[in-house]
């Protein structure tokens, strides 16, 4: 082949729009399993085409986890590699909401033109996507936590080979441990003598007591309904303390309340509490990145399980599991990141956050208006 000078000089074969795509074996991928049979159904093409699609963006969002993983998982994560990570979070934030907009396509199939070819799948199921399982584990899903519609295992169902890249997934530091340690070793929620959550304690506790004379005084409310009130309240300290008291969170993190450690969960509160801090700003976007993710698998999840009952009703599905109920069940189970949701619970108005201590504010701050007049 002819050689012509690349960008920087040197000789190299010219690049085709079809061969660097791979178009030929991209674009010959597609095979009906009803044409095969003599009865081709034309929705099929559809059908296919959009499960590719799909598992070119997980092929995508797998390789976003890759770089994330290697900037992430160091002992300590260099500042400015943060803004790579978080860059890298929002990518897959943004091919998650296609993927959810991508079900459209798929639902101009009607479940008649479905039924021309749906019996030619048995026993073949998204259940087998490997590349979604490998999302899942590599996000931090734990095969201890998932919801299986049988007494085998969940990844019994696939090739060896493909069993294989699911367990190799699941060895890997998951992007829930990573954030863990990451968020363990936040530096702020212990500096010189201030200790954020006892600073943060005092602040809950006087909001609590003031919210509880509120109620005490309020004369519209009954009997029963000051009792409710105040019933509430004690939950709400009794949630609290899983932040104040180690023991307590232990506890908690042995009965499945909270997956973060107790040093993890204190740092973000603190990122959630004090985000205008310019050094805080960043981890926070991080935090907000993996609550879209988990927001967007969510709804992912939610989406292809009211398309699976819109096309075969209460029908069993192809995998085997009961279809529709299976997949609204495990939308919730499955989440990842519940914990990050969870938080808000423990966040208190901008008025009652403790002041930080001066020296504290200046190591959080980037020291740019130091100098201005
Ligand atoms: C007509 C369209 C579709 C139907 C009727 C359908 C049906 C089902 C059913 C019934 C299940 C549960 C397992 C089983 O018993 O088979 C399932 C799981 C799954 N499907 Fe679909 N599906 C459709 C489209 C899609 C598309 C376009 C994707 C994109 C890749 C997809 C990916 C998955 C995945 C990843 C699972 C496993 C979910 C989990 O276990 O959490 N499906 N599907």
Redesign the pocket.
Known sequence: MAKTPGREGRSQAPVYYASYLKLDRLLSSQERESERAGAPAHDEML?II??QA??LWFKQILFELDAIEALFDAPNVADRDLGRIVRGLDRIVAILKLLVAQFEV?ETMTPLD?LEFRDRLFPA???Q?VQ?RQIEARLGLKRQHRLNFDDRPYDSRLAPADREQVVAAEARPDLGALLDRWLARTPFVEHGSFRFREAYRKAVLAMLAEDARTARANLALGEGERRSEAEQLDEAAARFAAIFDEQRHRAMQEAGVWRLSWRALQAAVLINLYRDEPVLQLPFRLLAALMDIDEELTTW?NR?AL??QR??GMK??????S?HD??RA?AER?RVFGDLFALSTFLIPRSRLPALPAELRRAMGFGYAEGAP
């Open positions: 059908f959009v499960h799909y598992e798929l479905f199921s998204g259940f996507s979604f999840r292809h398309l699976v096309m075969i069993l599905g192809t995998g085997g599991s279809g299976y997949l495990v499955h």
